[in-house]
Every structure is written in C-alpha cells, then in structure tokens.
C-alpha cells in the first residue's frame, strides 16, 4: 500500500462514521517537554496551525521556569504531571519505571503529590489532574491511592483495563522506538489509528452502537525526525476539519 492509500482509508473510514452521524475523538498527548526548544516551537506552532489542542506530559522536577514563560497566555495546552524527575529506580534486569513497587509507596506518593503542586503554581491556567506516568508504566497496588496525592485521571499505553481511576490511555505511538528510534512507517500507523477507530467507534461500517472511549495519539517532539512531523502535518490536515474528528482538550478528558 501506497503512503496516499492508508491515508485515503482514514478519510474513507471518517466518511463513513460520519454517514452514521457519529464523530471519534482524538487526543494528542506529547512527553518531555521540561524547557523551551525549537522541536517545542516546532510543535506548537503545527498543532496552533490547525487548532488541535495538545496535552503535554511534564516531569515537574526538572520542569523549568522558562517553560512557565513560553506557555503562558497559550490557549488548547493542558499541563499533566509526568512522574517526578523522570529518574529510573528500577534495576537493569527489569524494564525502566519511576513508579514502580521499587520503593515505599508513600514515598512515591509523596513525590507525586510535590508534582501536582509544582506544576499547578508554574502552569496555573494549564495545569490538568492527569498522571502521566513515565514509561507508561505504575505499580497497579499504586492506583487507588492516586487521588490522594491530586488526581482523577491516569494516562497510560494501550487499550484502557479496569482500574479504580479513571484512565484516558494514548493508542498509537509514531516512534519506532525499538528499531530505526525515528518515525514508523506511516501506513502501519495509519493502521492503528484505523483500529483504534473501529475499537471506539464499533462497527463503522454497519453503524453500530458507539463503543465510546478515544484514539490517543503519542508523540515526543524531543526525538522526532522529519518523517514524524510530516506524518503530524498530514494526520491533522486530514483530520482536523473533518466533522466526524473531534480533537479533545485535556480539560474535556479529565472532567475538568
Ligand atoms: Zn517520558
């Protein structure tokens, strides 16, 4: 399949939950940002110049002042906390986490609960009650204490669990992380989005009940290479004036 034909079965999948009177939410979330950068500028100006709102998950230790600056007065940004300082505390034999049952939980509680009130005083008009944990990963005992510590709602990869906090998982990842670490192939992520879709949407093409939940895009502006933000700017473009897509705001995901 050509790179235009995934892109015409997104569009053609569109037409089809709109003929049904539906539309699919969309969100996109995007880790690391901790300072000013030009690949941050790059994002922001592509996401402004199609009105799709972004969620950015912040590790609130190294999360600097200058970031505060070059947020403030932006419209469509929520602010989620991711982890604390990003720091593995998992030895090597076992895969990286900031969250895991590594240490005592009220310690990581503890941390959590100084990045929801570091990132609430540096982002008060951004800030959402999100926990994006980094990795994506969280010890599951860690989970029904998570409001304790300020939150309602727990961001992870992967189709959504049961979970005694809400969760509003990302789906479709652009990075190819474990082979060239630059963007995957366009079609197969195209793919995943048309998963996705028929996951939330039911069976778009027999107009079935609407199964809820939305796509979740992640990305990580840090990292991209050119193929990333060409598949963004198409991805948006293709979507964005679409009126069976509908890009959330971190607001609207979290109730708050
Ligand atoms: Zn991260």
């Known amino acids: 399949?050509?790179?235009?034909?995934?892109?015409?079965?997104?569009?053609?999948?569109?037409?089809?939950?709109?003929?049904c009177g539906r539309r699919i939410d969309f969100w996109l979330r995007d880790d690391d940002a901790i300072e000013p950068t030009a690949a941050l500028d790059r994002l922001l100006s592509l996401v402004n110049a199609h009105a799709v709102p972004v969620t950015l998950a912040v590790p609130p230790e190294p999360a600097t002042q200058a970031l505060a600056r070059r947020l403030a007065g932006l419209g469509?940004?929520?602010?989620?906390?991711?982890?604390?300082a990003h720091r593995n505390h998992a030895p090597p034999t076992e895969k990286k986490q900031e969250l895991g049952g590594h240490r005592p939980q009220e310690v990581v509680l503890a941390e959590l609960q100084g990045g929801v009130e570091r990132l609430r005083t540096l982002f008060p008009e951004h800030f959402v009650p999100m926990l994006v944990p980094p990795w994506n990963r969280i010890d599951p005992a860690l989970l029904a204490r998570l409001p304790e510590a300020g939150f309602s709602v727990l961001s992870v990869f992967g189709p959504e669990k049961r979970s005694?906090?809400?969760l509003v998982?990302?789906?479709?990842?652009?990075?190819?992380?474990?082979?060239?670490?630059?963007?995957?192939?366009?079609?197969?992520?195209?793919?995943d989005i048309l998963a996705r879709m028929r996951q939330v949407g039911g069976?778009?093409?027999?107009?079935?009940?609407q199964a809820g939940g939305t796509v979740g895009i992640l990305t990580h502006h840090l990292v991209h290479d050119e193929a990333v933000w060409d598949f963004l700017e198409t991805l948006f473009t293709v979507t964005a004036g679409h009126p069976a897509c509908r890009w959330r705001k971190t607001s609207d995901l979290t109730g708050r």
């Open 1 to 19: 399949m050509t790179a235009d034909a995934c892109w015409q079965l997104l569009v053609e999948a569109l037409d089809g939950v709109h003929v």
């Open 76 to 84: 469509d940004i929520g602010v989620t906390v991711h982890g604390w």
């Open 164 to 166: 005694p906090i809400p």
């Open 169 to 191: 998982n990302t789906h479709v990842d652009v990075m190819d992380w474990h082979g060239t670490r630059g963007c995957r192939e366009h079609r197969l992520i195209v793919a």
């Open 203 to 209: 069976d778009i093409a027999g107009c079935e009940d």
